[in-house]
């Protein structure tokens, strides 16, 4: 499973990748307002700041097929051809996500709330379907089962499409996803950082240093070349 980063602050990025080697950014418009930087600089210098190899995904805001198409090739011109162009599942979304598989662009459909929505964009030709798990559980809906679901139909289809889920608040939704053997998933620092941190580990760590430094205290003591009874 890919574990990308859900963020677009170059220091939180620095840092996060300085601790464990994630696969790559993803980000939507949200995301990019709140740094208050030019987008388009800012997600060129998160390309730069990525190992080869890692993907960066990044969103159009038109609503209609032409004005994505034509934001999708600016973005791949100017920010990096091998780039993840997140397209919003609209009806204009859809044909734009068609248009753009055939010519060799990578997708990744967003902003999905069904299943069917998901296995439609797949049918289009999307690489990735990012159904929103957080923001499906506030709306009383099953986030983790959905993006499950989605996962299964893939499977199911032999569909070149794998599960990106997104939108999460806690750990316990990415362990169900693991679980489930989704292709990707993508989440805030906070929700990283979560992921690996528990405080019986941090007591473990300290006890066994405490229990090593007493020992070296009363090996000063103890006489090692003596031979035992
Ligand atoms: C990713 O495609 C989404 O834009 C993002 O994960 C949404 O997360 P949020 O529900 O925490 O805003």
Request: hydrophobic residues 45%; charged residues 20%; contains cysteine.
């Amino acid at each position: 499973m890919l574990v990308l980063i859900d963020h677009a602050n170059l220091k939180e990025i620095e840092a996060l990748y300085d601790m464990y080697p994630y696969d790559g950014v993803t980000t939507n418009p949200t995301i990019l307002k709140n740094e208050h930087k030019n987008p388009i600089q800012l997600l060129k210098d998160i390309r730069a700041l990525l190992p080869s190899g890692c993907q960066l995904h990044a969103q159009v805001i038109s609503d209609t097929t032409e004005g994505i198409m034509e934001e999708a090739h600016f973005m791949l011109n100017e920010i990096a051809e091998d780039m993840f162009i997140k397209v919003p599942v609209s009806s204009a979304g859809m044909k734009a996500i068609y248009l753009l598989k055939s010519e060799g662009v990578n997708v990744t459909a967003t902003a999905i709330y069904t299943a069917m929505q998901a296995f439609m964009a797949g049918k289009a030709g999307a690489r990735y379907a990012a159904p929103y798990v957080n923001r499906l559980d506030n709306m009383g809906a099953d986030g983790v089962q959905v993006a499950a679901d989605i996962h299964q139909m893939f499977r199911l289809h032999n569909m070149e499409c794998d599960v990106l889920a997104a939108s999460f608040k806690n750990s316990q939704q990415i362990l169900n996803l693991c679980k489930k053997g989704v292709g990707a998933v993508t989440a805030a620092p906070e929700v990283l950082r979560a992921l690996i941190q528990h405080d019986a580990t941090f007591t473990a760590e300290e006890n066994f240093e405490n229990d090593f430094y007493s020992l070296v205290h009363e090996i000063k003591g103890i006489d090692l070349n003596r031979k035992h009874d």
